[in-house]
């Protein structure tokens, strides 16, 4: 996966750890005066928190990533250009067990990928959009891909598609 679409996908956790830091630095290097201890002594115990939570997600990332190298089907997704890692891995934990899915259309419709019919007497919608049931996760996951692989040459049937 290209640093652009690792980068889309880690966003998140990034900021929230940059703006975290910031404000400990801040607290640190410029100590707010009149300020009432028990307000203190509370941002100082949720920054701690943040940050300790911040570690143990970065050692179960490292340990969902250990495991998923393990994964056949993790390999197979991770060989469409475009799909990282951790983005196959988000897709196989998502599904689970493909054999539940009788039919791939099941598997269509828990991804919330399926269109919805919209009719009423004779009229017939010309624009459906898609149902949105199912998991979101894996709905996105399935839209990072397909961003990723559109960009650059990475896949360029994809992008002529």
């Known amino acids: 996966m290209d640093r652009y679409c690792q980068n889309i996908y880690e966003s998140f956790s990034l900021r929230s750890l940059r703006k975290v830091e910031a404000l400990h630095i801040a607290m640190v290097d ?17 920054l701690n928190t943040i940050l300790e939570f911040q570690e143990q997600l970065t050692k179960l990332e490292k340990i969902i990533l250990e495991l998923s190298e393990t994964l056949e089907e993790v390999q197979l997704l991770e060989s469409i250009p475009g799909v990282g890692t951790k983005l196959a891995t988000a897709v196989v934990s998502e599904i689970g067990d493909a054999s539940q899915f009788r039919h791939p259309k099941q598997l269509v419709a828990y991804a ?43 896949n360029p049937r994809l992008r002529e598609y």
């Open 30 to 46: 410029n100590p707010v005066k009149n300020v009432p201890y028990g307000l203190e002594m509370t941002l100082r115990s949720m």
């Open 112 to 154: 919330g990928i399926d269109p919805s019919v919209f009719s009423s007497g004779k009229f017939v919608a010309t624009q459906n959009k898609i149902t949105k049931r199912g998991s979101k996760r894996l709905r996105r996951a399935m839209y990072l891909a397909v961003t990723c692989g559109l960009r650059g040459e990475l």
